[in-house]
C-alpha cells in the first residue's frame, strides 16, 4: 500500500470511528439512588427532590433509577430493606428519618447516606460533629432548639390560661421509650416549659393504634394543649390526629404545614418540601465526587407559620390579629 491509499484509509477509518467514540464518551452513566423511608409513600417533599433532580439533570429512568422503599407504618421492616438497597450496590442512600438513617449506617458505612432533616446527627451517632460528620452521612439538621420555645409561646398566645400540654412524640422503635428526635424534642421543651409555668405531660406512640390510647391518657391528664413531633406516623395519620384533637378541644401545633392543611390549627417549622430540594442538590454534589465526611450538615433556612382559621373556629379560638399578621399562610 503506498502513502496515499494508506492515508485514505486512515481517513475514512478514522471518519467512521470518530462517531462511535463520540457516542461512547456521551452516553451519561446510570445513577442508582436508594430510597429508605418508614413512610407510607410519595409526599410533596420526596415530588419536590425528583424535580429538583430533573433540574439538575437528573432524569429518572434515563440517567437514574430511584429505588423507592417504604416500610408503611412497619419500622421493623426497614433492616431488611436497607440490606437490600446495599445488594442492589444503589450509588447512594436518601433516608426519611433520624431512624431510617442510623438503620442505613448500620447496613453499609460506605455508600454515602444524605437525610433532609435530621434531628440530632450527632447525639444519635451519625455524625461526629455538625461541621465535619466524619463518616457516610450527611444532609441537613432541623436541631434548632429555640423552635421548642416558640412552640409554647405560641400556644400561649392562642390560650393565655395555658398550664397543661401534651406532646405526641415518636417511641423508639426497639426499645422502651422515645425515639432519638423525640427525646431531643422534649429536652428542648424542659427549660421554656419551666419559664412559662407550663406542665409538659409526654405521650409515646410508635404505631398508628397508640394514637387514640395517647388521647385518652391525655384527657385523663388534663392536657389544654398539643404539640405534635413531625415523623412518618404522625405525618401518615394527620387528619386522623387533628379530628382527634377537635374531639377534645386541643389547640394543636405542628412542625408541619402538611397537618395544618389536614384540618390542624398551627404550625410552625421548617419548609420540609425545600428542604427536600436542597437533599437533591447535596445527592448532586455528591454524585460529583464530594464526600460526607467532609460536608457539613446544614441548616434549614426557611421557617412557615401556618394557622387554620376554619380549625379556630370549629375550637371556638380568637386568633390573635397581631399572630395572624405574622402568619406565611392562612386557611380560611
Keep these: 500500500m503506498n502513502r ?15 462517531p462511535w ?26 415530588h419536590s427532590f425528583v424535580r429538583r433532580l430533573r433540574e439538575l439533570g437528573y432524569i429518572e429512568n434515563r440517567n437514574i433509577v430511584i429505588e423507592w422503599r417504604w416500610a408503611a407504618g412497619d419500622v421493623t421492616r426497614l433492616p431488611r430493606m436497607a440490606s ?25 458505612r460506605t455508600i454515602p447516606i444524605v437525610i433532609p432533616g435530621a434531628a440530632d446527627p450527632v447525639g444519635s451517632g451519625l455524625a461526629e460533629s455538625l461541621a465535619r460528620p466524619g463518616g457516610n452521612v450527611t444532609g441537613l ?3 434548632v432548639p429555640e423552635l421548642a420555645g416558640k412552640k409554647l409561646q405560641l400556644l400561649r398566645e392562642i390560650v393565655p ?23 431531643l424534642l422534649l429536652d428542648q421543651l424542659r427549660q421554656p416549659a419551666r419559664q412559662l409555668g407550663i406542665a409538659i405531660l409526654p405521650q409515646a406512640a410508635g404505631v398508628a393504634a397508640d394514637v387514640p390510647t395517647a388521647f385518652a391518657a391525655m384527657h385523663r391528664e388534663k392536657a389544654q394543649a398539643l404539640i405534635v413531633q413531625a415523623n412518618s406516623l404522625t405525618f401518615d395519620h394527620r387528619k386522623r390526629i ?28 421548617p419548609d420540609i418540601v425545600e428542604m427536600y430540594r436542597r437533599a437533591a442538590e447535596i445527592v448532586d454534589k455528591v454524585f460529583k465526587g464530594a464526600k460526607p465526611a467532609d460536608m457539613p450538615f446544614e441548616q434549614p ?32
Excluded at 164 to 183: C, D, I, K, S, W
Design 21 to 46: 467514540r463520540s457516542f461512547a464518551q456521551q452516553q451519561p452513566m446510570l445513577w442508582r439512588l436508594g430510597y429508605l423511608s418508614p413512610g407510607s409513600g410519595p409526599s410533596d417533599a420526596t
Design 84 to 108: 437490600d438497597l446495599v445488594r442492589l450496590n444503589v450509588d447512594l442512600i436518601l433516608v426519611g428519618t433520624n431512624y431510617a438513617a442510623e438503620v442505613a449506617r448500620g447496613a453499609t
Design 301 to 332: 433556612t426557611k421557617y412557615e407559620l401556618v394557622i387554620n382559621l376554619k380549625s379556630a373556629k370549629a375550637l371556638g379560638l380568637n386568633i390573635p390579629r397581631s399572630l395572624l399578621l405574622r402568619a406565611d399562610q392562612v386557611i380560611e
Design 161 to 183: 390560661q395555658l398550664r397543661r400540654v401534651a406532646v405526641l412524640a415518636l417511641a423508639h422503635a426497639t426499645e422502651p421509650g422515645f425515639a432519638t428526635g423525640a427525646r
Design 4 to 18: 496515499r491509499n494508506a492515508l485514505v484509509v486512515l481517513f475514512v477509518f478514522g471518519s467512521v470511528a470518530a
Design 242 to 269: 387533628a379530628e382527634l384533637a377537635a374531639r377534645q378541644n386541643l389547640p394543636t401545633i405542628y412542625d408541619l404545614k402538611f397537618a395544618t392543611e389536614a384540618g390542624g390549627l398551627i404550625s410552625y417549622g
Design 141 to 143: 439538621s432541623v436541631m
